[in-house]
């Protein structure tokens, strides 16, 4: 069973920066398009940032310009590169598939604090 393990989140201040990484425990991870998700209280998820196998990328309006995903195929692992910080960011970060794909069973996340 593939494993996802989102890590980097943590409490910064309005305008700051993260950097997230997500691990996924199988090899398999290259042949597939994967995207950043986030879920903020009360919300629902929505997808942040998505790259394709041949790292393409797009970006939510709402993060556009100041978030940049990527990816190590060689080390199964992708990022999400977060700079200007706004509240409205404030939420639990996850990695999965890219939209329209089976998704892998769905990890912890890792919790994104924007406030000052």
């Known amino acids: 069973q593939v494993q996802l393990v989102e890590s980097g989140g943590g409490l910064v201040q309005p305008g700051g920066s993260l950097r997230l990484s997500c691990v996924v425990s199988?090899?398999?991870?290259?042949?597939?398009?994967m995207g950043w998700y986030r879920q903020a209280p009360g919300k629902q998820r929505e997808l942040v940032a998505r790259?394709?196998?041949?790292?393409?990328?797009y970006y939510a309006d709402s993060v556009k310009g100041r978030f940049t995903i990527s990816r190590d195929n060689a080390k199964n692992t992708m990022y999400l590169q977060m700079d200007s910080l706004k509240p409205t960011d404030t939420a639990v970060y996850y990695c999965?598939?890219?939209?329209?794909?089976?998704?892998?069973?769905w990890g912890q996340g890792t919790q994104v604090t924007v406030s000052s």
């Open positions: 790259i394709t196998s041949g790292g393409s990328t």
């Open positions: 199988r090899s398999i991870f290259s042949v597939y398009g």
């Open positions: 999965n598939k890219d939209v329209g794909l089976p998704k892998f069973q």
